[in-house]
C-alpha cells in the first residue's frame, strides 16, 4: 500500500495529460523509492537518469520530484492510441462494407477519459484527417465506470435483455463432399479415398438475427475412419461480416473464433464416428461443444463477448 498514493497520481497525470501546454509533468516520489533504487542497482537513481536515452524528457529536482514533459508522456500513450486507432479503423472498414453506417464512435472505460487519447482519435476521425467522412467521437459520462454500471445493472435486471442481435453471422468449419465445377479446387482434399471440399462454411446463426440466452444450435455428421483412425480432430467456430460466407476463408472475410481439438482413443475412432457440434448461447457468450453420439464424451470451450 505504500506505493497506492504514487499510482494513483501517475493515473491522474495520464488521465489530465495535455500535449501540447508545454508545461512538465510533476510527480512526487515516494522517499523510499530512490533509497530502494540505490541500495538495488548500487547508484543514483538521478545519476543514472541523466545517463540514459530520457535525460531530456525526464529529469529529478529537489530529490524526489520527477518531472517528465510532453514528448515522454505521449510516448506512453501512443503505441497503444496508435493500436486503438488502427483498430476502430478497421471496424469501420468492415462494417461499411457490410452496408452499416457509422454514426459515431463511443468511447467507455477508464483509458477513455484520458485527453490526449480523446483529441488523438478526435483528430483522426472527426476533423477530416481521414479519408472517410468524418465521424463524431462521444466521451461517455463517468466513462471510468461505465463497464462497472452495466454489470450492476445487467446484474439488477437480468431479465432487461432480452436478445441481442448478432454482429456477425456464426458457423461452424464442415467437410463436404466435393462437387466438380462446384466448389474451389484449392479446397479440394481426399480422405479415406473419397474427394471432399475441405472449410465449407455451416451457418448457424445469420448477422443481424436477435439471439437469446439458451438458444442452440446443432449440427450432427459423421466421419469414415480407417487408415485416420488416430488422427486428432478439430471442431471450430467461425464468423464474418457476410450475411451468408459459403467457406472459412479470407475472400468470404471468415475469422476463427474458436477450436476444440480431440484426440482418439487409444484404440483410435470407429470406422464411422457420429459426432455433434453444437453452439450454445448464454448470455453474451457462446459455449462450443463437440459431442460423441457413440461414447455421450463431450468437449466444450467458451467465448466470451461474442457479441
Request: glycine residues 6%.
Amino acid at each position: 500500500m505504500r506505493f497506492h498514493k504514487l499510482e494513483k497520481n501517475f493515473e491522474e497525470i495520464k488521465h489530465k495529460f495535455k500535449p501540447n501546454d508545454g508545461i512538465p509533468d510533476v510527480l512526487l516520489l515516494d522517499d523510499k523509492l530512490p533509497k530502494l533504487f540505490a541500495n538495488t542497482k548500487g547508484e543514483q537513481f538521478e545519476m543514472l537518469l541523466k545517463q540514459s536515452k530520457f535525460k531530456t524528457e525526464l529529469g529529478i529536482h529537489d530529490s524526489n520530484w520527477l518531472h517528465m514533459n510532453n514528448t515522454f508522456v505521449c510516448g506512453l500513450f501512443d503505441l497503444t492510441i496508435n493500436t486503438i486507432i488502427t483498430h476502430i479503423q478497421e471496424q469501420i472498414c468492415r462494417a461499411t462494407k457490410a452496408g452499416y453506417r457509422i454514426s459515431c464512435i463511443l468511447l467507455s472505460g477508464g483509458l477513455s477519459e484520458s485527453k490526449y487519447l480523446l483529441s488523438r482519435i478526435e483528430n483522426h476521425f472527426s476533423r477530416g484527417s481521414n479519408t472517410n467522412d468524418v465521424i463524431p467521437v462521444i466521451q461517455v459520462p463517468n466513462a471510468r465506470n461505465a463497464v462497472v454500471d452495466g454489470a450492476l445493472l445487467m446484474g439488477l435486471h437480468p431479465n432487461g435483455i432480452i436478445g441481442r442481435v448478432s454482429p456477425y453471422t456464426y458457423g461452424f468449419y464442415s467437410v463436404v463432399p466435393f462437387q466438380e465445377g462446384e466448389h474451389p479446387e484449392d479446397l479440394k482434399d481426399v480422405h479415406e479415398g473419397v474427394t471432399q471440399c475441405e472449410a465449407v462454411f455451416y451457418k448457424l446463426i445469420e448477422r443481424n438475427k436477435i439471439v437469446r440466452s439458451g438458444d442452440c444450435f446443432e449440427r450432427r455428421s459423421s466421419t469414415d475412419y480407417i487408415e485416420s483412425k488416430h488422427r486428432t480432430r478439430i471442431t471450430s467456430l467461425w464468423r464474418s461480416f457476410k450475411k451468408d460466407p459459403k467457406y472459412c476463408t479470407q475472400a468470404d472475410e471468415c475469422e476463427l473464433v474458436a477450436s476444440i481439438e480431440i484426440r482418439p482413443p487409444a484404440e483410435g475412432w470407429p470406422p464411422k464416428l457420429y459426432h455433434f457440434q453444437r453452439l450454445v448461447v448464454i448470455d453474451n457468450e457462446f459455449v462450443v461443444e463437440f459431442e460423441n453420439d457413440t461414447t455421450g464424451q463431450k468437449y466444450k470451450t467458451r467465448v466470451d463477448y461474442a457479441f
